[in-house]
């Protein structure tokens, strides 16, 4: 554990610590993992639509 917070206390955080972009701005990575997560983020949500939506016809199937 001790190896692990030596790291993280050397580990420069910020953007600007980093030398990509200004303070309050996203570096080029950060952007694409932005839009990597929200791309899974809308992929996930139309999945669990699609899960309820066939959660809900066999239930009404079942029914019968």
């Known amino acids: 554990m ?11 955080h910020h953007p600007s610590e980093q030398g990509e ?3 309050g701005q996203l570096s080029s990575a950060e ?12 992929e996930q949500q139309q999945t ?6 066939a959660t809900a016809f066999f239930v009404k199937d079942n029914d019968r």
């Open 2 to 12: 001790r190896s692990v917070a030596r790291a993280a206390v050397r580990t420069p």
């Open 21 to 23: 972009g200004a303070a």
């Open 31 to 42: 952007r694409e993992e932005l839009k990597r997560l929200r791309r899974e983020n809308r």
């Open 48 to 53: 669990i639509e699609i899960l309820k939506k």
